[in-house]
């Protein structure tokens, strides 16, 4: 049986429930549900990467990517369930404020939400993964690589540097018209 990709229709809920905490009880207590709804909605979209990445007939050079995306979002899961965890004893306690250095952990998860969600579009855009490339974006296919092999190879230092070559080794470099 064929299913379409899953991971892409589920990493919204996690993106969408990373909210801030404000100062009402009421709106508090919102607030803490929407981060356990994140949290589920993570684990869920985790589960649908892997299931999504084993199905994808990768090129060796996009898989590298796809490693990363998934050790980024290992760290983001962590994060997010510590970020849970701290918030739930919060909230438990009966506390009314929050204090400052919960904030900096939700900020560093935010952060770190928004820059996976950066690093996963730019998969896609820029190499195709998990999609059949069709060569028809906007700039050309060096120019969308260039961002996501530059934070690679700052991430994984010993990985290759490079990029501008198709899977198949051709250079398909070429500008938005075709030249």
Not at 77 to 101: P, V, Y
Not at 158 to 179: I, L
Request: glycine fraction near 14%; charged fraction near 10%.
């Amino acid at each position: 049986m064929n299913f379409l990709p899953l991971h892409p229709a589920l990493v919204h809920l996690p993106i969408a429930m990373m909210k801030s905490e404000p100062r009402r009880a009421a709106f508090r207590t919102v607030g803490f549900w929407s981060l356990l709804a994140g949290l589920a909605g993570g684990v869920l979209a985790i589960a649908a990467g892997y299931l999504d990445m084993n199905r994808a007939a990768l090129a060796p050079e996009t898989r590298e990517f796809v490693d990363l995306h998934e050790t980024i979002g290992w760290v983001l899961g962590i994060g997010l369930a510590i970020l849970s965890a701290w918030r739930w004893l919060i909230w438990h306690r009966g506390q009314m404020t929050i204090n400052t250095a919960y904030l900096v952990g939700a900020f560093l998860v935010l952060a770190i939400t928004l820059f996976q969600g950066w690093y996963g579009g730019q998969m896609v855009y820029a190499y195709g993964a998990g999609v059949a490339p069709t060569g028809q974006g906007t700039e050309t296919v060096e120019a969308a690589r260039g961002p996501l092999v530059a934070v690679r190879n700052i991430l994984k230092p010993g990985a290759a540097v490079g990029g501008a070559e198709s899977p198949g080794g051709a250079n398909t470099n070429r500008n938005v018209t075709g030249h």
